[in-house]
Structures are given as C-alpha cells and as structure tokens.
C-alpha cells in the first residue's frame, strides 16, 4: 500500500488539475479524471509513469448519477513498476471521448465494444462500428435500462426463405411462480423442516450424546 500512495502522490503531481479524485482500495489504485484530459493523462501515464501496457477499457453505467450516467474505465499496467493502474472518466448520455488509440494501438477494439454495448461514442477512432451484436441491432445491452428481451428478434421465415429481424412479439405476459420464496414462502412447514425445531430440545438432556 505505501508504494501505492507514493505512486498516487506522483501521479497527481504530475496531472495536476486533471485529476478529480483518487481512491485505494483492496490494494488497487483509481484516479478519477476528467474525459477531456484523458489523452493527456494517457499520454502522462505511458512516457512519465512508465504504464506502456493497456489491460483493458470499458464501461459502466449508473442510470441515477446524472448527467453524467457513463464511466469509461481503462486498465493499465507497468512491467517495470510492477504495479496497476485504473482510470476512470465520467461522460454523460450524448456526449463523447476522445480515442485513445493513438497513444495504445490495442485500444481499438476495445472502444469498439464499450461503443457496441453502452453507446459511448469515442472520438477519432478511425472505425467506430458494433462489434458484438448483429447488424440492424436496436440499443446498447449493457445499460441498465435495456430489457431483457432486447427490441428487435430474428428468426427464419419459411415462405421468404431467409432470415428475417422483426420487434420482439411475447405470447404471453412474464409469470413467477417461485412461490417456495424464501421470502414470500409456503406459510405450512415443508416435510423434512419439523426436524429443526426439534434439534434443540433432543439434545437439552444430554449434550454429550447425539440423538
């Protein structure tokens, strides 16, 4: 942990005003900062702080912090360092964020999927298309207010003789019956239950010796 607060306090200094905030937890480092600095703090975080190596980038949505719902999170790593890094930017429903593929050529597709499955436009990628869903997709399946049943399905239609994409059309309303709930549970006991209640009072008269 002290070569983590050695390493945040540097990191900071060195960023300045484009960090707003930093975190440690369970032996990991988080530094909030702003989305229209990230190419400088990046940048900072490969040449300065020795973080050469992208783990990973994606997002996160908070549908109730508005206006801005949308984290975008990288993860870095230094080999000399050995050490990790995450950072993290807040961006908002229709705004964008500058690629950094520039600075990590593996970012592509990462940026890519954060695009597909959150709506996250970055700017200046050179090929910003879905890369998980299907072509003709409806929406971004990662937020939280995406259903379940997606918008649009696809199946095979016999007399057209291919596959065709139509809105999802449910037969019937969604039922639950899980009524062995344990919170909304049958209120007689279940065959098996009654021994429970009596364990405690088959062993009160002799703790040594089980029944």
Known sequence: ???????????????????????????????????ADILKVMADLRDGADFKILVDLCGNDWPSRLP???????????????????????????????????LYPAAGWFERETFDMYGVPFEGHPDLRRILTDYGFSGYPLRKDFPLTGFVELRYDDELKRVV??????????????????????SHILPGDEKAAMAPNATSGNPGKTP
Not at 74 to 94: C, D, F, M, P, W
Not at 168 to 177: H, P, S, W
């Open 68 to 102: 801005k719902r949308f984290d975008v999170v990288y993860h870095l790593l230094s080999l000399t360092r050995n050490a990790r890094v995450r950072v993290k930017a807040q961006i908002g429903e229709g705004e964008s964020i500058p690629s950094i593929i520039s």
């Open 1 to 35: 942990m002290a070569d983590l607060a050695s390493l945040s306090e540097s990191i900071t200094s060195a960023l300045g005003s484009a960090v707003t905030g930093v975190t440690m937890a369970r032996g990991e480092l988080t530094i909030d900062v702003a989305a």
């Open 165 to 186: 994409y139509q809105p999802v059309q449910l037969v019937q309303e969604f039922r639950d019956f899980d009524f062995m709930s344990p919170w909304e549970g049958a």
